[in-house]
């Protein structure tokens, strides 16, 4: 980033400037946001890898196995691609201008404020309704072995405030947790696929005389419930590729954003490669696809078909700390968003304040209050909890994605007409590549409009907007001179 990008683009609006921070910057921090860059490429690395690595995967794949059969590999594979066309969008845009909030940053200067705003604030939201789905079914994991002794609600509670407390630590300590906890869901995702290759080549556990490649299309084919039911999994599948965007939050706190964002960003094909396309190949070879049920892991019900019921216990024990893990990355996220929201006179000041170790501790703390609301949830409908916030935080997530493609769509253009700075670090098949996964994510959400399950999420989107446009309206009226409200040149 040059230093003409650092004076034209690092501009805050007046009056909202950062309270409880120095104005002289110390150093390892972000010029202009206060925050340290902490975050090694260790952990920028593993935050990447393990951010896309939780619910959706390992509690999630469960019902869309019993919906889709093996077709799932598919529907997989052809959204990890788009997710890929859309990580490198999201590169392109961090590499012109590396920066924390980066997605509502983006969105205010090529889009407009208006869409800067809706943007910030929805992605908290996604974070917030995430963070909800997490301990929902970190509440699910620990019925393994307490069955219905303790009440899943107070499951959801007592991680809900452990993982608050752990987020007011520094961000490098942070990274340093969010590292192991991803570490964590690594080794056991490979030691699955290690253990599902021995069983298929050697034969060992009591699913040896059933394993076979061939249980890919040997009942009822491999689209048993036909190419319909694959394209209904796919709100499943886009769920569990949320969070993959979180290098663009960690931006405004990596030590050498240039090098390693992208590193971290071309890492996704093979991720998808291994832990969901391998994963899913594995296991459906070695237990059959009708033996999963909807609300089961899938990794933790094929250890027990295969008789390893100690397997089974490591398994629900990793896939609840990838739930925690995911949640504590949520909380990360939304004090952020929130104090980026502030700092550009979008949301309350008291949002911009920072603690001496550089968390933003006010809206770390409203974020993990609203998501109190999950402890309700499981405690009203313990059964459904998980399938109501599922399709709500799809919609919000997606968002994100949207305008991450119209963004670097709008930024190509005008770096190709001389009117902005090329980025190090270009989009291939862009603008194109960014037109296909944009239709590819309205026809998901077509397809959510067709499911009744997870067509309230569509209800909701526009009640949302609702709320954001009024909000947004009165915000300019009383600071009409604002900055926050004048589309950037």
Not at 180 to 200: D, E, H, N, P, Q
Not at 213 to 230: E, H, M, S, Y
Not at 381 to 396: C, E, H, L, Q, R
């Amino acid at each position: 980033m040059t230093s003409a990008q650092v004076d034209q683009h690092d501009e805050r609006p007046a009056g909202n400037e950062a309270a409880g921070t120095d104005s002289v910057n110390t150093p390892g921090e972000v010029a202009g946001e206060g925050y340290q860059r902490g975050l090694g490429a260790r952990q920028i690395q593993m935050i990447a890898i393990g951010g896309a690595i939780g619910t959706g995967l390992f509690l999630g794949a469960g019902k869309a196995i019993s919906k889709a059969g093996p077709s799932l590999i598919l529907a997989y594979a052809i959204a990890g691609l788009v997710i890929f066309f859309i990580m490198r969008a999201l590169g392109e845009l961090l590499m012109y201008r590396p920066v924390s909030g980066s997605f509502s940053e983006y969105a205010r200067e090529f889009v407009g404020p208006f869409w800067g705003f809706v943007t910030g604030w929805t992605y908290w939201l996604f974070w917030v309704v995430t963070g909800i789905t997490e301990v929902t079914a970190a509440a699910q994991y620990m019925a393994f072995w307490t069955h219905s002794d303790i009440p899943q609600w107070l499951y959801a509670l007592v991680f809900t405030l452990i993982l608050y407390a752990v987020n007011l630590i520094s961000v490098k300590l942070f990274g340093e947790l969010e590292f192991w906890f991803s570490m964590v869901k690594v080794t056991a995702i490979v030691g699955m696929i290690l253990i599902c290759a021995g069983i298929l080549t050697v034969g060992f556990s009591d699913a040896a005389d059933t394993a076979t490649v061939a249980n890919l299309w040997n009942d009822r084919g491999f689209f048993p419930k036909g190419i319909g039911g694959t394209l209904m999994t796919l709100q499943i599948v886009m769920f569990a590729f949320l969070a993959v965007e979180l290098v663009g939050v960690t931006a405004g706190e990596s030590k050498d954003p240039e090098k390693t964002l992208p590193k971290a960003i071309n890492t996704v094909p093979w991720r998808i490669a291994v832990f969901y396309i391998g994963a899913l190949i594995m296991i459906l070879s070695v237990v059959p696809w009708h033996e999963f049920q909807p609300g089961v892991s899938p990794f933790v019900a094929a250890f027990e078909k295969m008789g390893l019921g100690l397997g089974a216990g490591i398994v629900n024990f990793v896939v609840l700390t990838a739930a925690l893990s995911s949640c504590n990355s949520g909380m990360y996220s939304t004090g952020r968003m929130l104090r980026d929201l502030a700092l550009n006179g979008q949301g309350p000041k008291v949002f911009t304040k920072l603690t001496k170790s550089g968390t933003p501790l006010v809206g770390t703390t409203v974020s993990a209050a609203l998501m109190l609301v999950g402890v309700w949830i499981n405690y009203v409908a313990p059964g459904k909890a998980f399938d109501y916030v599922v399709s709500f935080a799809t919609i919000s997530g997606m968002w994100a994605w949207i305008m991450i493609l119209v963004c670097q769509i709008r930024y190509r253009a005008k770096a190709e007409r001389g009117e902005l700075p090329q980025s190090s670090f270009r989009a291939p098949g862009a603008p194109y590549t960014s037109w296909f996964a944009l239709l590819f994510i309205f026809m998901v959400i077509v397809m959510m409009g067709v499911d009744k399950d997870s067509r309230v999420s569509l209800y909701c989107a526009p009640l949302w907007g609702l709320i954001l446009g009024v909000s947004y309206l009165v915000l300019k009226a009383k600071n009409p001179e604002n900055k926050a409200f004048a589309k950037r040149s």
